[in-house]
């Protein structure tokens, strides 16, 4: 039962930032959708852009991807599936100096 219960945190703490880039995404769509569609209406003298809208779901999408991204990085840098590009950067060690 435990393993259940953590199994499901583990891909709850995947699809929250998942949901918050598709989130994100939408937002930005609906707001240069908004602004495209407002051009063709007569009745609208000077469309304006939704900037707070579209803010908001740029900050949205980036921070569920770098999540989603970096989750991804970590675990295959643990199983060394990366390339020498993306694997951790190794402190040399310092030289011993026997006595």
């Given at each position: 039962?435990?393993?259940?219960?953590s199994?499901?945190?583990?891909?709850?703490?995947?699809?929250?930032?998942?949901?918050?880039a598709?989130?994100?995404?939408?937002f930005?769509?609906?707001?240069?959708?908004?602004?495209?569609?407002?051009?063709?209406?007569?009745?609208?003298?000077?469309?304006?852009?939704?900037?707070?809208?579209?803010?908001?779901?740029?900050?949205?999408?980036?921070?569920?991807?770098?999540?989603?991204?970096?989750?991804?990085l970590?675990?295959?840098?643990?199983?060394?599936?990366?390339?020498?590009?993306?694997?951790?950067?190794?402190?040399?060690?310092?030289?011993?100096?026997?006595?």
């Open positions: 039962m435990k393993l259940i219960i199994r499901f945190i583990a891909i709850l703490i995947l699809v929250i930032p998942g949901l918050a598709m989130t994100g995404f939408l930005m769509k609906d707001a240069v959708f908004e602004y495209y569609s407002l051009h063709g209406d007569a009745s609208v003298a000077h469309p304006a852009f939704a900037w707070g809208h579209f803010v908001l779901g740029l900050l949205l999408f980036v921070a569920g991807m770098s999540f989603l991204g970096g989750w991804i970590f675990r295959d840098r643990k199983r060394n599936y990366v390339g020498p590009r993306f694997k951790e950067k190794r402190k040399p060690k310092p030289p011993v100096q026997s006595s």
